[in-house]
Nanobody, 120 residues
Framework: QVKLVESGGGLVQPGGSLSLSCAASGSVFAINSMGWYRQAPGKKRELVATMTNDGNATYADSVKGRFTISRDNAKNTVYLRMNSLKPEDTAVYYC??????????????WGQGTQVTVSS
């Protein structure tokens, strides 16, 4: 199974920046995509950004031009640089990995979540 550990959440003022990181361990050999999702109170979990192993990235329309996802495949780590943060970005951010196959575990793994709060 894959284990994901996030770090970097916190409190930031509107217009500020924050960086998140997520390290994967375990059955990392099967991972073909890693990324970030978020869930605000009373709302559904939504995709923020993902990146495949070969570097193809996708972003939610709401974060395009402000957030940047990157990966270090050698370290099995995914990052999210968040710039020009808005109060609407306030949510619990979850790291995600998707695997092409597994023996006895789900193909998707999730981190424990890290709180990002954008407030003045």
């Amino acid at each position: 199974q894959v284990k994901l550990v996030e770090s970097g959440g916190g409190l930031v003022q509107p217009g500020g920046s924050l960086s998140l990181s997520c390290a994967a361990s375990g059955s990392v050999f099967a991972i073909n995509s890693m990324g970030w999702y978020r869930q605000a109170p009373g709302k559904k979990r939504e995709l923020v950004a993902t990146m495949t192993n070969d570097g193809n990235a996708t972003y939610a329309d709401s974060v395009k031009g402000r957030f940047t996802i990157s990966r270090d495949n050698a370290k099995n780590t995914v990052y999210l640089r968040m710039n020009s943060l808005k109060p609407e970005d306030t949510a619990v951010y979850y790291c995600n990995s998707h695997s092409a196959w597994s023996f006895n575990s789900p193909l998707d793994a999730w981190g424990q979540g890290t709180q990002v709060t954008v407030s003045s």
